[in-house]
DNA sequence: AATGAATGAGAATTCATTCAT
DNA sequence: TATGAATGAATTCTCATTCAT
């Protein structure tokens, strides 16, 4: 028989599709100019998948495992909040950097997605995240590690707003532009992400008695 | 009359394009679906508009010039920090209300422009908040009415995202699904509005206890 | 407005559908050869047609419809049958030489067809024949006009199936092979009627005088 | 034993190629669905027919054989005609139960052959029953069997058609419900034996009985 | 100037055929 | 020699754009 695909190729065709899904959108993205950059014909390309919505599915999955697994590597640290937010933040500028492709696909289909489909999306891709945050921040409060006057759902939300919109500022060429405008050119990686480690801190705690704590603390030292 | 008319029924087919685009993405969009929504013939779509590109780009001129709009009025209040971000807040909760459809363009636009343009697009989107968040929380810093260990553009970065996402939460179904996972519901206008509020706050070290420690501290030099 | 289809390039259109979809089949025929065949783009075709089915559904109608018509024609005569018969048969041979298409359409469908649709096109193609011929043989053996011992509705069967096989032959290059193989060449077309005929008053025993006229022979024998 | 498991896989082959051309048509049949269900691989069809179309031939070659095979068991009886009617009506009826694939891929062919192929298939097909047919009923007209008035070629034609009608009539689901329309329902394969029977009987003017009968009749008018 | 029918390039998908293993 | 994965031409269908009326 002619060589089947090698798992490379397969790995490559499924990159070379998330890379233009994210790039075309999943309407003007061509099967055929996929195949070709993959160097190999739209035949094959359809004997391993159905149809165009099938593979972009398989381009979906795989861009959601990827960013799933570099989200798991912040999930495993320690619970404290702060040490797991500057994890997250170093995470997504990783990630960013090494596999854009990802986030813009998401970014697309975020943008895209509507009525049933979008919320079965936004379960799958979100409901990992959403109920640890939570949790985790619910966690803070009565450790008295944060402030407890707040929803835990909402702040888990909001802190979940910041990285995303890092995100987003780290892969899309428009939040990127954006991203400049407000700070007057690129920003430093380390500077972003002290000053925003900065503004969660303050955000979470810092409320006087976890100030007093924290003071307490010190003191001893 | 003539011309009144025209002018009419060319607003009316910007409103059905913005509507069509936010809706289909600018690909999935029919020009003829357009024309016929507004009650006019291709022809004339055509004789206005060079092509679809142009076309689009009008309908997102004037997305670009409601959202201006709204912004202006939520600047023209009083510098206050707080104030300021609860204006916006409730501005966001409105336009997404009231023309959700501007916020779904821009959304999309946002997921889908690339390069150069992506610079032109958030230069011109962003450009006047990016300016203004910057030199309001610059300000603020030196009054002392907020911290001032902190990068302006940053901060105001930081704090135009939360308001983004929010938008993308009010209008975008998949961005609503996912607030919705995280807050385990639809969330309560008043209830977010307010504890965005406090996170923002305390973000900024609003809070009495934040800045009583400064003051301390303050008052030690 | 670009000057629309004219009733006479609709015909057209439906002209070439049927002699590729004839010709061709309905699987092979291709629609874009069959518009450039019509002077007309593929994209008119489908604006007057949803898709190819919907088109073949139009050839076939027509097909029908023409095929109805000269039908109608013989149904409109005096109830004999012989000079019914003599109708037929030469309302067959003028289509087979002015339609050969609607035939050879009919053939092509009535080979292809299968399950449920093709009960549903031998009711709408068939029905109308087959009670008539049915009625009429019945009311001849009434009137002692034809055989009684026979049964009125396989009787009409076997004639309707001279009159089918006589239109293959005519219009089929495969069946007119064999019609001339078993003539010894091309049959003269009054010949074949009158032999038909022959055949066919005997086997429906009509004529007293067919009767009388081979009773004279054997009596002379 | 290698040669012997080919043979057999060759026969299984066509076979199924037969099946499938007959039930999805020529072009339709799909030469891989054919390979998978004869449990061989498209390379080993390919090795032994250098394309669809030959692959095709040589299945319509196997119908044929099978077809003549089943003739010659007919034209090996005595020359009588009615007896030889007799005898042809129920091989048709056997054939179109046991082997109605082959008279479907026959249908198939003879409504799609065209040109200087059909002729020749025509010529292969037919030519032999063609030819005996005329020569019996030359032969039967001579012998005072059947009447003399009528052209032995084209009665044998007649003849033909209407037994090539009943095998369309049994093999094809179109001609099937054609049939039932005429006879409003499924007829019983004696009854319509019987009938055909009378129906040749007549036409060819055989029967001295009924002849007889019919003289009795007139004379008592 | 307005109309909307016609155009035709372009995209998805299929499947007979090839050929490396 | 057998395999069956890979190839790519061909086909259906869509829709932005044009232009005769």
Redesign the interface.
């Known amino acids: 028989m002619k060589k089947k695909l090698t798992q490379e190729k397969l790995g490559e065709l499924l990159e070379n599709g998330i890379s233009e899904f994210a ?1 075309a ?1 999943p ?2 993205a061509s099967m055929a100019a996929i195949a070709k950059k993959s160097g190999i014909s739209v035949g094959v390309l359809y004997k391993y998948y159905r149809d165009k919505d099938a593979f972009f599915d398989a381009c979906l999955e795989k861009t959601l495992d990827e960013l799933r697994g570099a989200l798991q590597e912040i999930e495993s640290r320690d619970g404290r909040m702060l040490s797991g937010a500057q994890a997250a933040i170093e995470a997504v500028q990783r990630v960013a950097r090494e596999r854009g492709d990802y986030l813009r696909l998401y ?9 049933e489909y ?2 079965k ?3 799958e ?3 990992v995240s ?1 109920d640890l ?2 949790a985790r921040i619910g966690q803070a409060a009565k450790n008295g590690e944060v ?1 407890d ?3 835990p ?6 802190f ?3 990285l ?3 995100q ?2 780290y892969c ?8 400049e ?4 050119g690129a ?1 430093d990686d380390g ?2 992400t002290e ?2 480690l ?3 801190e ?7 008695a976890a ?1 007093a704590h924290h003071e307490g603390e010190e003191a001893a030292v």
Chains 1, 2, 3, 4 share one sequence.
Do not use: T
Not at 110 to 115: E, T
């Open positions: 790039l959108g309407e003007k970014l697309k289909i975020a943008a895209s997605s509507s009525g979008a919320k999306l936004a379960d891709i979100e409901g959403a945050y939570r402030r006057d707040l929803d759902g909402l702040f888990a939300f909001f979940d707003n910041l995303m919109m890092l987003f500022s899309s060429d428009y939040f990127r532009a954006r991203m405008r407000f700070c007057g920003p500077a972003l000053q925003l900065k503004f969660l303050s955000a979470f705690a810092f409320s006087s100030v």
